[in-house]
């Protein structure tokens, strides 16, 4: 008897993925099957209510908390808890940068670099009688001077690298000195500026003061290493000229504590807390 063949199963058809998530019928949950919400009506009440909480807070935060606002500022906060909230969940934010009080002045540090031959060039990086008012364009220069304003360690690591590149733009041969200069002017009320038809920002009225003054051959990181040089294209220098910056890092940290147990163990010297007894004897035993 002859048996006939099984037919092959059509093979399955498989959707691809992109029209499985666009085109098919929503899943329904089979511990809600009928239900249009994936969360119980009371998870969706205590979500839609800690949304409003953060949100009427959020936006009473922002407001501004001086002047005729600052007793509805303080008092809702303090009523609903507003400040503990946002310190617990690390979302408090200062605006102290948008003070109420302006700078009363304009402050310029002019960077002046000493040559070999003793003249001194303006390095250019000031934004005096380059920007107008009102601007299009913000100049960072701006934010670096007023960075930099009187901070001595700051203006150290700026002129150590106006000094590098002053030697890369002058074919290797190293500056004298870097000076800053602030150069400032004071912005006068707005009844002055209507009682003299206006005001020139850049005027002969502004003010000097000098400030740091960094030599190039003895500062740090302020000579150009001669990897760089070489890079450039310019000839080599001595490397004991050459000033750099002790950079430790843990590892080194971790090797110089291991170099000195080791010579304190050869000097017998006992670590810090050590109160083990030397071999020598007891030390709390009677002398006889």
């Not at 199963?9 to 029209?19: C, F, K, N, T």
Request: with cysteine; charged share 25%.
């Amino acid at each position: 008897m002859a048996h006939s063949r099984p037919m092959p199963a059509e093979p399955q058809r498989i959707d691809p993925l992109h029209a499985t998530l666009l085109h098919a019928d929503p899943a329904t949950s089979d511990a809600r099957p009928t239900s249009r919400w994936s969360y119980p009506q009371w998870g969706v009440f205590v979500v839609s209510l800690f949304i409003a909480y953060h949100t009427a807070l959020l936006l009473v935060w922002n407001l501004p908390s001086k002047g005729l606002n600052r007793d509805y500022h303080k008092s809702v906060l303090d009523t609903f808890k507003g400040v503990d909230y946002f310190n617990g969940t690390r979302n408090s934010q200062s605006w102290a940068m948008f003070a109420p009080n302006p700078n009363r002045s304009n402050t310029f540090i002019m960077v002046y670099v000493e040559d070999q031959n003793g003249e001194t060039w303006n390095y250019g990086q000031d934004i005096w009688g380059d920007s107008r008012y009102p601007y299009v364009f913000y100049d960072r220069r701006g934010k670096i001077n007023r960075r930099i304003d009187g901070k001595k360690h700051y203006q150290r690591i700026y002129g150590a690298w106006v000094c590098r590149e002053w030697e890369r733009q002058n074919g290797g041969e190293a500056a004298k000195s870097v000076t800053f200069i602030k150069r400032y002017t004071m912005v006068p009320k707005p009844k002055q500026v209507i009682a003299n038809g206006g005001w020139d920002p850049w005027g002969d009225h502004f003010k000097q003061k000098e400030q740091e003054t960094i030599t190039c051959k003895t500062t740090l990181d302020a000579q150009l290493p001669n990897d760089l040089r070489v890079r450039y294209g310019l000839p080599e220098v001595d490397e004991s000229l050459i000033r750099r910056t002790e950079n430790r890092t843990w590892v080194d940290t971790r090797e110089a504590e291991r170099k000195k147990a080791e010579r304190d163990a050869k000097l017998g010297i006992k670590p810090a807390g050590d109160d083990t007894p030397s071999q020598g004897g007891n030390e709390d035993q009677d002398d006889y």
